[in-house]
């Protein structure tokens, strides 16, 4: 085994920077801010230590550089020119702002495609990463990652809007609870994008299966998405998002579970 690619100081160091500046910077900020900044830098950082172990340390943190790049970008167009998304201002309810924009929201671009990303591989090809993808099957990946991500954001954006007053949308009521019909065909355009040119730049590989830390590793997008699925489920609001994610995101972590299991259990997955 190439235990190289568990041995992760860049990817560990990066998430530990990018963590502790974040809470230092929110520390002055109300304890809702604080909470959020905590649990965006936790998700961040497990999630690219799973991608790390999944992808080798290299790919792991290129992905995490094109998301969080990326992310920024649309957001910051977004919010000053509309583009995306809506026209839209964020508050102070996130904390510290690059430019418009909050530093969690692209930290959440990245975890949310690279769970996106695994588990669209293990529906459509029972494995965790999709080895060497032609145009077709990394298409399909990114669009079916893409739409998990567009799934979760379904309850997540009317939460934000109306509970946590993150942002504030300029067309107050865009066709879906306060929020724009826009924002999702936003939400499906820069999540595709993100996950087709990050499988178009790093060749990702299959994982290797003879280390106890892989099975576990793709086991943590899953967990990120159910702690999603049941927030979302417990205080969505408005109520009716509440059974809205409940089928939106329960139907395809069903399926990643399923798939996660039978990769796991009956090696599906062949090493690199």
């Given amino acids: 085994m190439d235990s190289s690619r568990l041995r992760t100081p860049d990817g560990v160091a990066l998430a530990a920077g990018l963590g502790t500046l974040l809470l230092y910077t929110a520390w002055a900020y109300p304890p809702v801010t604080l909470a959020l900044n905590a649990a965006s830098a936790t998700m ?12 080798g340390r290299g790919r792991a943190i290129g992905f995490a550089l094109l998301a ?18 809506g026209h839209y201002s964020y508050t102070e309810v996130l904390g510290v702002t690059l430019g418009d924009v909050p530093v969690v929201i692209p930290m959440m671009w990245f975890a949310l495609t690279l769970l996106g990303y695994v588990m669209a591989s293990l529906i459509l090809w029972r494995q965790p990463v999709l080895a060497a ?4 099957t990394g ?24 509970v ?9 009521d865009g066709g879906w609870f306060g929020e724009t019909l826009q924002g999702f065909v936003g939400w499906m355009l820069v999540g595709f994008a993100i996950v087709c040119l990050f499988q178009w730049r790093a060749r990702p590989q299959q994982p290797l299966r ?49 798939a996660w299991v039978q990769w796991s259990q009956h090696g599906l997955a062949v090493r690199s």
Avoid at 68 to 85: I, K, V
Avoid at 164 to 172: D, F, G
Avoid at 230 to 246: D, K, L
């Fill in 164 to 172: 946590l007053e993150a942002w504030i949308m300029e067309k107050k």
């Fill in 44 to 55: 961040f950082a497990v999630s690219l230590w799973a991608g790390a172990v999944l992808l």
């Fill in 68 to 85: 969080l790049g990326m992310g920024w970008f649309a957001e910051q167009m977004g919010s000053s020119r509309g583009w995306f998304f």
């Fill in 210 to 258: 003879s280390d106890r830390a892989v099975p576990r590793a793709a086991l943590v997008p899953l967990a990120l998405y159910a702690s999603g699925l049941v927030f979302q489920v417990v205080w969505g609001h408005p109520i009716e998002v509440r059974a809205i994610a409940c089928f939106a995101m329960g139907i395809p972590l069903f399926a990643a579970s399923v």
């Fill in 133 to 136: 993808p032609g145009w077709i």
């Fill in 139 to 162: 298409g399909l990946t990114a669009w079916l990652a893409a739409m998990i991500v567009t799934a979760f954001d379904l309850g997540a954006d009317p939460y934000f809007v109306f």
